[in-house]
Every structure is written in structure tokens, then in C-alpha cells.
């Protein structure tokens, strides 16, 4: 069983709108949980990165929330927009990299 | 700062044919460099690991003889895959970190290779 859980697996949704993307973890504890966005063909890029301690961390218009007794976390979306349409990737960080399958999200005008 | 650079970004060659993709950390030095496969709808797979001027260090069932690393330099490694077959054809990723575990990794922007 992957250590590292992401739901859901696709998303569709119209822009403007926003979304919450999943993650449930089984490694305990770690060093920061990640959050990256990956375009197609493309290396992925961090968004969040934050420590076991941390509850929330914004970039922008994405903002990750972790909750540790649940070993869950989140990343929200907000105010949508076609560029959003990427795999977000839940990684969490100890000793190695735990990488989830990720969410395809897509974006629709 | 942090970025890394991946060539060629795409290369397609017959089956039996070996192929050099090179993984350049271009503003920082990289004591350790990794490689990571990643197949069509799938989470990055890790493959090796290597630290400058030592010998990689492979996940179970990653062939060595076939994935050959070198990380001859603090700002280059290459992973060359041998006498490629049609079943390595996949996204080959490296990422690339500065000392100390905690350090965050870099990634660069990943090589389609496809092997006819």
C-alpha cells in the first residue's frame, strides 16, 4: 500500500471555480509535506512545503492545510484558471521522498 | 535560484541503441543528484541516488548494468540506459539537492525518451 494517498484521481472543473485536492499520509513523522504541480511533460514544481508543526501555508492563490493527528492534508484552490490544469503532487519528506499518484486536474473555460 | 536542466528533453532511437540524458544543476552545487522514472498517469519512481564522486546507489530492481550514473562533478550527473528496449521507453526525471538530507530537492524538466 502506497504510503502516500491522493484523492481524487481527476478532477474537472470551470474556471472561476475553486477545488480541494486530498492527501492521506501513513509516514509518521517526516521531515515537511509538499505539495507540487506537475505540467504535462514537465518537471514538477513546488507550490507549499511545510513542517510536521505546520497547520497552513499560502502561495498565492494555493493553500495547503495539514493536519497531523488525522495524517491529512489538503491543497486549495482558488479563483481557477486554465493555467491551473497540471498533476498536483502530495509529497512527504523523510529520509527519501514519499511521492502520491497525484490529481489530474482540469481546467474548462 | 535552483534550477535545474535536463538534455535532451526529448529522444526518440531504435531499440539496442544507448542513451547519455544529463542532469545540470546550473546555479548551485549539487552534492547529490536522483533519478526518477515516472510512467503515464504515475507518481515519480525512484531509481538511483548519487552523491558526488561516489558510486550510485539503486532501488530494488533497478538494474545497474542498464541505468549507468556517473556524478563525476558537483553540477552534472548522467544516467546513460544501455541497449534501450521499447519497455524503458518512459519520463526519466532527475532532481538535484544541496548537502544535508533536509534540503529541498530541485527538479528538472525530465527527458521523454521513446525507444522504437
Known amino acids: 500500500k502506497n504510503q502516500v494517498e491522493q484523492s481524487p484521481q481527476s478532477l474537472i472543473i470551470l474556471e472561476g471555480k475553486n477545488c480541494t485536492l486530498q492527501?492521506?499520509?501513513?509516514?509518521?513523522?517526516?521531515?515537511?509535506l509538499r505539495w507540487y504541480k506537475q505540467d504535462t511533460g514537465r518537471g514538477p514544481v513546488s507550490l507549499t512545503i511545510m513542517t510536521f508543526s505546520e497547520n497552513t501555508k499560502s502561495n498565492g492563490r494555493y493553500t495547503a492545510t495539514l493536519d497531523a493527528d488525522t495524517k491529512q492534508s489538503s491543497l486549495h484552490i482558488t479563483a481557477s484558471q486554465l493555467s491551473d490544469s497540471a498533476s498536483y503532487i502530495c509529497?512527504?519528506?523523510?529520509?527519501?521522498?514519499?511521492f502520491g499518484a497525484g490529481t489530474r486536474l482540469t481546467v474548462k473555460p | 535560484g535552483a534550477v535545474v536542466s535536463q538534455h535532451p528533453s526529448w529522444v526518440i532511437c531504435k531499440s539496442g541503441t544507448s542513451v547519455k540524458i544529463e542532469c545540470r544543476s546550473l546555479d548551485f552545487q549539487a552534492t547529490t543528484m536522483f533519478w526518477y522514472r515516472q510512467f503515464p498517469k504515475q507518481s515519480l519512481m525512484l531509481m538511483a541516488t548519487?552523491?558526488?564522486?561516489?558510486?550510485?546507489?539503486?532501488e530494488q530492481g533497478v538494474e545497474k548494468d542498464k541505468f549507468l550514473i556517473n556524478h563525476a562533478s558537483l553540477t552534472l550527473s548522467t544516467l546513460t540506459v544501455t541497449s534501450a528496449h521499447p519497455e524503458d521507453s518512459s519520463f526519466y526525471i532527475c532532481s538535484a539537492r544541496l548537502r544535508g538530507s533536509n534540503q529541498p530537492q530541485h527538479f528538472g524538466d525530465g527527458t521523454r525518451l521513446s525507444i522504437l
Open positions: 492527501c492521506n499520509y501513513t509516514v509518521s513523522p517526516f521531515s515537511n
Open positions: 548519487s552523491n558526488e564522486g561516489s558510486k550510485a546507489t539503486y
Open positions: 509529497v512527504v519528506s523523510r529520509r527519501g521522498l514519499r
